[in-house]
């Protein structure tokens, strides 16, 4: 039960950050330039994290699933820590947010092995 809570909650936490990237919403179209990436890659961004939330929720049933949701978010975090802390550098206190991402995503994979 706590496993399909942990996946639904990253899904969906997820889900709503590639809606925000696909949408170009103005704030993050902003936080976009100060990471001086391109534009197109916030597409692309959204798209896979979009794509991540929905084989996540596969998960669910699908430990395969679950596992390369969790490797593409583990993937994403990592960038989204890099492009805070070093590329914006912004305060610890902004990657807060993709460091819990970044922990619960190995611990649905470590989970999904057992």
Known sequence: MISIITK???AVFML????IKVSRVPFQVEHWWHYQYPLWFLTVT?????????????????RYA????????????AGAIHAHMFRARQSVIM????????????????????
Do not use: H, K
């Open 16 to 19: 709503a950050g590639g809606i």
């Open 95 to 114: 990657v807060i947010p993709a460091m819990i991402c970044l922990i619960v995503s190995i611990m649905i994979i470590m989970g999904s092995y057992t």
């Open 46 to 62: 959204g798209i896979l994290e979009i794509a991540g939330a929905l084989a996540m929720t596969a998960g669910i049933w699908n």
């Open 8 to 10: 639904v909650s990253l």
């Open 66 to 77: 679950a596992i390369g949701a969790g490797v593409l978010f583990v993937v994403l975090m």
